[in-house]
């Protein structure tokens, strides 16, 4: 028994002898190694440099600003600018003298057809007239009996009353003949469909040899819209939608017209969401004289708010964007640096961006994000 434990202290000596003579080699050969390296770490985000101080940083500064909101949205028509255009007569179309884009007058002939509808009605107008002539006859020899006392007061006024009631028939058949789209001077049974007002043809239904079935067709024939006022509308998420409101300045820039931005204020914001997108339409109203803005142009939207509020601001070169995200190099210990997320805003005056979240007031952030994500770089 006494020799077992004098076998194990013996091994516990030689154990302790070997780890103690090779700990002072591996001491010496880390001082060696010992320079002006990077130190790779096992945690991606932080990096060593040998010299910090070529990397001067920058402290997180509040400024007051207006909120901005970027969109995107699509110019459109102004819908109380614009005009379906349906015949209210049924028939089929033999020409179609106008095409989607025209731009069209007040009164100019979009489409002829022919309508049996309007020739019955020319029909019954001629019915009515032939009776309003016998009427007024009658009603003439009524008039001269009764200056001669050979005709009863009551027989006059039945004349009176038959003529009235022709003339009232003929002039409810004539003005049947308008609305249907026909002349009342015309015997011929084709149709001319008229423009209701001028603007451009922003939608066309119909083309040459189709039926047309009076007022239950669907869609429109034609829509026609006066241009010279248009909306750019966007669609908001129902996150953002506090940080709009009625009357706020929006800049637009059409995708067509990068180089020319449009200010416009806020004039309407939808109550209700698109369930699918989780979106709320929101309205801008602009003056087009020059007819540059066309229904259908995409446009990226800025809302800036009247209200100013405090923000974070680094300096735009702060700023690193890697794989669709922001990040800053905020000083560590000693000589490492650790890459920060963050969601960046708005570029503001001066050459700052704000920081939305991520980092806070008065925090050290390395100045030239970039030239620090280079050095490190393998």
């Known amino acids: 028994m006494v020799a077992v434990h004098v076998m194990v202290v013996s091994a516990l000596l030689v154990v302790g002898y070997v780890t103690t003579g090779c700990s002072k080699p591996q001491a010496r050969a880390t001082d060696a190694l010992a320079g002006d390296v990077v130190i790779e770490t096992s945690d991606v985000n932080v990096v060593t440099v040998p010299h910090p101080e070529r990397f001067p940083t920058v402290a997180v500064v509040v400024r007051d600003t207006h909120p901005e909101l970027h969109v995107t949205g ?8 614009s005009v379906p255009v349906n015949s209210l007569t049924g028939g089929r179309v ?9 731009a069209v007058t007040k009164g100019q002939t979009l489409l002829t057809m022919t309508s049996p509808d309007v020739a019955q009605a020319r029909t019954e107008v001629q019915k009515t007239q032939a009776d309003a002539v016998l009427a007024r ?15 009863a007061a009551r027989d006059l006024e039945a004349a009176v009353n038959a003529d009235e009631k022709a003339r009232a028939d003929l002039r409810g058949a004539q003005e049947r003949l308008r609305m249907l789209g026909g002349n009342t001077n015309a015997t011929s049974p084709i149709v001319e469909l008229l423009a209701p007002v001028s603007g451009v043809i922003t939608e066309q ?13 669907a869609p429109n024939l034609f829509t026609i819209a006066d241009l010279s006022h248009v909306w750019v509308v966007c669609d908001v998420y129902e996150n953002e939608l506090g940080q709009v409101r009625l009357g706020d ?41 020059d007819g540059l803005l066309r229904p259908g142009m995409f446009a990226s939207v ?11 601001m680094v300096p735009a070169s702060a700023v690193l964007r890697m794989h669709d995200r922001d990040w800053v190099f905020v000083p560590d210990s000693g000589s490492r640096f650790r890459r920060v ?13 704000a920081v939305l979240s991520g980092v806070s ?10 030239q620090l994500s280079n050095a490190v770089e393998p």
């Open 341 to 353: 997320e963050i969601q960046a805003g708005a570029l503001e005056p001066g050459g700052l961006a």
């Open 249 to 289: 300045v929006a800049t637009a820039r059409l995708n067509a017209l990068p180089d020319r931005p449009l200010t416009a204020r806020v004039s309407n914001i939808s109550r209700v969401l698109d369930p699918a997108t989780r979106t709320a339409k929101v309205r801008l109203e602009l003056p087009n004289p």
């Open 94 to 102: 033999l020409d179609v003298r106008v095409r989607l884009g025209d």
């Open 302 to 312: 800025v809302f800036t708010a009247h209200r100013m509020e405090p923000r974070a």
């Open 74 to 81: 699509a110019v459109t028509a102004d819908v109380a600018r």
């Open 361 to 370: 007031t008065g925090q050290l952030v390395v100045a030239n994000a970039l």
């Open 137 to 151: 006859q009658a009603l003439d020899r009524a008039r001269m009996l009764s200056e001669h006392e050979a005709l």
């Open 205 to 217: 239904n119909v083309t040459g040899g189709a039926g047309v079935k009076s007022l239950d067709n």
